[in-house]
């Protein structure tokens, strides 16, 4: 694929078939590539969702010579030009995942990989969070993590922004409290204050309920930078029992959530 500016696809099983039962961005297709095992497999799914004209079924084998290095399972979504999955209508603004008071938003600051990114919304979004915002020079939404999200970036509300201290500051103005990710080890004291350190726990029933709460995992080797630890409102840890001394950014998210949802 080359050109100006790569499409936008939707790729793979799951993430087809998800986008199908969100439909909120329909008319925004502009073709979709089907093997022809697929098409039979998957007619039941789609029959009746989509109109006939932009169904194309093609050999395997012409697939994969149009869209080589991608695992797309014989179905491949090309949407038309300035979709993002982002931008889904029904998600609206970011700012309204605080006006509303839902549920426990995540804020994802310069996380790298975006199968990291791709799984926290999955499991964000199994779990019943509100939503996810992305900020910093990181993975940014788009098709790799749709794929590792399995489709759930099309039903989670999430949006990229650039600064982190635009989302805290508003969070905080609607009375969102800030929860920071940080293990012991990496806790620099000297960033925070005495006021600040006895809210640091290992007890998630000591926070608020978690439609109260923002949830921010920091980078994968850096952590949650100091700026915003000085903007913390809780740190909070995942006690570890082994050897292992810390934990994928995915892993330490999902048992977060839960722990922060499920009290």
């Known amino acids: 694929m080359s050109g100006k500016k790569d499409p936008y696809l939707i790729y793979g099983r799951r993430p087809a078939l998800e986008f199908f039962r969100n439909m909120q961005n329909s008319d925004q297709i502009e073709v979709i590539y089907l093997s022809q095992s697929a098409a039979l497999s998957l007619k039941h799914e ?3 969702m989509v109109p006939g004209r932009l169904t194309s079924s093609l050999p395997r084998k012409n697939i994969d010579r149009m869209f080589p290095g991608i695992n797309h399972q014989g179905i491949v979504i090309r949407m038309k030009k300035g ?8 998600f609206g603004d970011w700012k309204s995942l605080f006006e509303h008071g839902e ?4 804020l994802l600051d310069r996380i790298q990989d ?12 199994a779990l019943g969070a509100a ?3 992305i900020t910093g020079k990181g993975a940014s939404p788009g098709p790799t993590v749709d794929r590792a999200s399995a489709g759930a970036s099309m039903h989670l509300p999430h949006f990229q922004i650039q600064n982190a201290d635009q989302v805290i500051e508003f969070a ?6 800030v929860c920071s990710s940080v293990s012991e080890a990496d806790l620099d004291l000297s960033v925070i204050s005495e006021k ?8 998630l029933a000591d926070l608020p309920p978690p439609e109260q709460l923002l949830l921010i995992i920091g980078n994968e080797g850096a952590g949650v930078k100091n700026l915003i630890l000085k903007k913390t409102d809780f740190f909070i ?11 994928n950014a995915g892993t330490a998210a999902g048992i977060l959530m839960d722990r922060m949802i499920h009290r």
């Open 46 to 48: 789609i029959e009746g």
């Open 114 to 125: 975006p199968f990291n990114t791709g799984n926290i919304i999955r499991t964000a979004e």
């Open 196 to 203: 600040q350190l006895h809210l640091y726990t290992t007890d």
């Open 83 to 90: 979709f993002s999955a982002q931008k889904n209508p029904s």
């Open 237 to 247: 840890t995942i006690p570890l029992s082994g050897e292992t001394s810390s934990l």
């Open 131 to 133: 939503g996810a915002v």
């Open 172 to 177: 905080k103005e609607h009375h969102y409290w």
């Open 103 to 106: 549920g426990l938003v995540v």
